[in-house]
């Protein structure tokens, strides 16, 4: 009886607190298709605007905002019900968005017209339109909030830009086609992955210095097969994931040595990644094998695919 | 986006005969209309092509490696020294097979597969990529034939259509429907057969991604039974 009850204990402790719900952007089906972390299911597909790219979930998990690129708007839904409230005006061809810690502001890479619009979710108007590179691209807001950074696909730069004034700070070349940014939890690293430079350049927030350029010599790969996407980063700072689009593989990276731990086979065209806010699942999407990856964080393992719809893109965790 | 632009060169054509009459007394500026819409490496488009034989919007890349779907062991024999496992790679990579059936066929394989089980399962995953990558090349090759084809067609189109507007000039008329291109039967059926392949380059470039798609699909079946 003794021994039941520990082992009830155990099943108990080792059950996770919460489920969070996983949304996935499904770029080719116009759908987002909602996962259940605890049961690492599918529960709901949802259907949403053309061409659904960037996808994020705000602070108090109530509202999903997604990118419809296809139809120039950012569509919010209620995350309750999974309806569709609104499609705020956004600029043409939207397609990744950072989010203040208050959620009250989206900031906009619009790939068409070469700039970022920085919009007010709340009154639905667009606060500012700040002239950047050609092909804007992926968007990080520094975790203090006073610097908001933009890479453009076709100008090779990541443009440092006050948050407040919307004056351009500065310009870090990087290599070829930077597609995300991603800044570490304390503020004082930028990361930013290159696409067919094959590359991730850490740059130092304070003097806009390339502090390391990452390669990605996985063995048994060709280097145009290595195309560095989505990100994301451990809450202590440590661990960077690293989507390598076509080499079917997520880069586990030391943040302090840059040394790579291992390169996780996953599904095929793997484009951007999600933690949950435990840390212990990180959710791939990938385009080609129309499916969700999960990976257990701990054991750095690939333990399930979720079928998903066509051409999953974007992927987002509740935060709570 | 190129296979799009190559259809907009198309379209392009299509609005020239719409716009004969505009052309009536100016056959010059006809040809140079013509010459305009088949200037543009026909089939060119978007960011400057790395490869001028490559149409398609999809990077050209290599053979599929090993490592991109594979986290299985490596093979330590030739997989067509394994009989039965080279048969299985041969169904397995062989389109007229269902996806659907695979796992089927790789299970009944497992099952009879005896103690070297994983290592035999190697030598069919060795087979499959190495034969799906042996199409997959083969198909590259015809579409980089199919684009120097292209190519050459454009470039005589713009020659016929060159030709065409000098022997116009000062003669006739050309505004009745169709009597530029009835005066020259040539012009009209290479800018037809332009068309149509035009229209089908989004199906072509898809084939070696579906080889991929398949080769990875393949790949992970086989590792579950691992």
Redesign the interface.
């Known amino acids: 009886m003794k021994a039941f009850r520990l082992a009830l204990v155990a099943c108990v402790v080792a059950s996770p607190a919460s489920a969070y719900r996983i949304y996935v952007t499904n770029e080719k089906a116009n759908t987002i298709t909602v996962i259940d972390s605890d049961t690492l299911t599918v529960t709901q597909t949802v259907k949403a605007g053309r061409r659904p790219r960037g996808v994020r979930v705000s602070p108090d998990g109530k509202l999903l905002y997604v990118c419809a690129s296809d139809e120039d708007g950012i569509q919010v839904f209620d995350t309750a019900t999974m309806k569709l409230l609104r499609t705020l005006e956004s600029g043409p061809d939207p397609e990744q968005f950072a989010m203040n810690a208050a959620g009250d502001l989206l900031y906009i890479a619009n790939e068409d017209n070469a700039q970022v619009t920085v919009l007010d979710v709340v009154k639905n108007q667009v606060v500012a339109n700040v002239p950047v590179g050609v092909e804007p691209e992926g968007m990080a807001l520094s975790p203090d909030g006073s610097v908001l950074v933009n890479t453009s696909e ?1 100008t090779n730069m990541a443009h440092f830009i006050d948050a407040k004034t919307f004056r351009r700070i500065d310009n870090v070349l990087v290599d070829k086609r930077p597609r995300y940014a991603v800044f570490t939890p304390d503020g004082s690293r930028l990361w930013v992955s290159s696409e067919v430079g094959g590359t991730v350049s850490v740059i130092s927030a304070k003097n806009r210095e390339i502090v390391k350029k990452i390669r990605f010599d ?5 280097p ?2 290595v195309q560095p996407v989505g990100m994301r980063m451990t809450r202590d700072g440590k661990t960077v994931f690293v989507a390598l689009g ?4 997520v880069a586990v990276v030391d943040a302090e040595t840059f040394e790579i731990r291992k ?1 996780i ?1 996953v599904g ?1 065209r793997v484009w951007h990644l999600a933690l949950t806010p435990d840390e212990r699942y990180l959710f791939t999407a990938n385009g ?2 129309n499916d969700v990856t999960v990976i257990d964080v701990a054991a750095l393992k690939a333990i399930k ?1 979720i079928p998903a719809g066509a051409a999953p893109l974007g992927v987002a965790s509740s935060p709570n | 986006m190129r296979g799009f632009r190559a259809h907009k060169v198309a379209l392009m054509l299509r609005s020239l005969r719409s716009r004969r009459l505009e052309a009536r007394g100016r056959p010059t500026r006809l040809s140079a209309l013509l010459l305009l819409a088949f200037a543009t490496p026909a089939l060119a488009g978007g960011p400057p092509p790395a490869d001028e034989d490559w149409p398609c919007p999809q990077r050209r890349a290599g053979a599929i490696s090993r490592a991109a779907i594979w986290a299985g062991p490596a093979a330590e024999s030739r997989w067509d020294d394994d009989r039965e496992a080279a048969a299985l790679a041969r169904k397995l990579a062989s389109r007229r097979t269902p996806l659907d059936e695979a796992d089927a066929l790789i299970e009944a394989f497992a099952k009879q597969a005896g103690a070297d089980k994983d290592k035999r399962l190697t030598l069919v995953f060795e087979g499959t990529l190495d034969l799906i990558n042996g199409e997959r090349d083969k198909v590259m090759s015809a579409i980089a034939r199919y684009a120097r084809g292209q190519k050459a067609l454009a470039a005589k189109v713009r020659e016929d259509a060159e030709k065409a507007a000098d022997a116009q000039e000062g003669q006739g008329d050309i505004t009745a429907p169709d009597a530029l291109e009835q005066a020259h039967p040539d012009l009209k059926w290479d800018k037809r057969i332009f068309d149509d392949r035009a229209q089908t380059l989004t199906y072509v470039c898809e084939s070696p991604v579906l080889l991929e798609k398949r080769a990875f699909a393949l790949a992970r079946v086989l590792q579950e039974k691992l």
């Open positions: 076709t996985a063995p048994g790969l060709t145009e097969e076509p080499a079917n593989r390169y086979l095929q080609n094998s695919s």
